[in-house]
């Protein structure tokens, strides 16, 4: 049975201020610990706690002990003009990640389109957030990564694979498309979320030690993640791998560390495609078109038991919009944490 879980609303403006202190306390910039902090609280408002404030204390324990270097400058070498290999020099990931986004921005502008390979940084939590920024700028973006590995490939039960997301992101009117999600049937924080919450997951996320399905987050964590749609999930997660982590140059399955504590070297590797669709004859016609085959989508008829059809993205946002305005609902015993942090 599901513990009862003691949650506490808190104004998002006050979320936000001691996540920012909570970061510069730690060594963080005001610059980057607000850029930090705003990614963490994006995913919490977009009802992703397993990206959000969660987090927190992970990279508050990497920064001390030296495993996040909150003063590193990105490594950044130019093999074509399209292609930008990044070592992130063991930055704070989020800070990494955008600061490779606005890099790329810039060069696509010149290129049309732009590929950026990033190692040596840290985790760069929701890859929604760069593909929306981009998206909201008219750029086309892809975003993949890799993590360690808690997910098992389909027909198996060791836990060989990370659970590599997935995040596109297209301009479209009134708001861009986004697509962001796991290549696994559950992300590594949601069961950490689960099990510190005390609630049960369902039966379909995770396998125990034994490979047996289980409800217990725990059982979970000591056995497996199933890969999303079975074998179809299991493909894409081993592709996005193989880019991200074997195109990359970083590490691949088992080897893959740094992203869940702090004890060792964050060696992941991202990999972020970007677009200009006027390059490809698209331009407003692009956005156009794209914005009405979405609002097609979105005024078909429901399915019985539906209320509308969403389009990825548009429930994240009434989530956060509804979060903004009346706080955000956070655990009680997460919410301590930050203000002892």
């Known amino acids: 049975m599901d513990t009862a879980i003691d949650e506490v609303i ?11 202190d909570v970061l510069v306390r730690h060594g963080a910039s005001s610059a980057d610990a607000e850029l930090t902090a705003d990614a963490l609280l994006r995913a919490d ?6 990206h959000g404030l969660l987090r927190l204390r992970t990279i508050c324990e990497r920064l001390k002990a030296g495993l996040i270097d909150p003063d590193a400058e990105l490594g950044i070498t130019r093999p074509t003009p399209s292609l930008v290999l990044v070592d992130g020099r063991r930055g704070l990931g989020h800070v990494v990640a955008s600061q490779v986004t606005e890099l ?18 840290n985790h760069i939590g929701m890859a929604g957030i760069y593909a929306e920024y981009a998206a909201l700028r008219g750029m086309v973006m892809l975003v993949t990564s890799v993590s360690e590995t808690m997910v098992r490939p389909h027909g198996g039960i060791e836990p060989l ?37 005390g609630r049960s ?25 199933n890969p999303y749609g079975g074998a179809k999930g299991y493909g894409l997660a ?62 078909s008829r429901p399915a019985p038991g539906f ?3 969403l389009i990825p993205g548009d429930r994240g946002r009434a989530q956060e919009a ?3 305005a009346s706080g955000l609902r956070l655990r009680s015993s997460l919410w301590e944490e930050v203000k002892a942090l």
């Open 10 to 20: 808190v104004p998002v403006a006050e979320v936000r201020a001691a996540a920012v």
């Open 201 to 225: 997951i369902p039966d379909d996320w995770a396998v125990d030690p034994a490979g047996l399905p289980t409800t217990d987050p725990a059982a979970g964590l000591a056995g497996a993640i």
């Open 238 to 299: 081993l592709a996005v791998a193989l880019l991200a982590g074997g195109l990359t140059g970083a590490a691949l399955g088992p080897a893959v560390t740094g992203t869940l504590d702090a004890k060792d070297v964050c060696n992941v590797g991202d990999l972020f495609v970007m677009a200009a669709p006027s390059y490809f004859g698209g331009g407003e016609s692009f956005v156009t078109r794209v914005s009405g085959y979405l609002d097609e989508l979105r005024a």
């Open 161 to 197: 694979l990370g659970t590599n997301p997935i995040a596109i992101g297209v301009p479209a009117e009134p708001v861009p498309f986004i697509l962001d999600m796991s290549t696994a049937a559950s992300s590594i924080g949601k069961l950490i979320e689960h099990r510190e919450a």
């Open 104 to 121: 790329m921005l810039e060069t696509v502008e010149q290129t049309g389109v732009c590929l950026a390979s990033v190692t040596n940084a």
């Open 45 to 50: 408002l977009r009802g992703q706690p397993s």
């Open 307 to 309: 209320e509308r059809v």
């Open 322 to 324: 509804a979060a903004r």
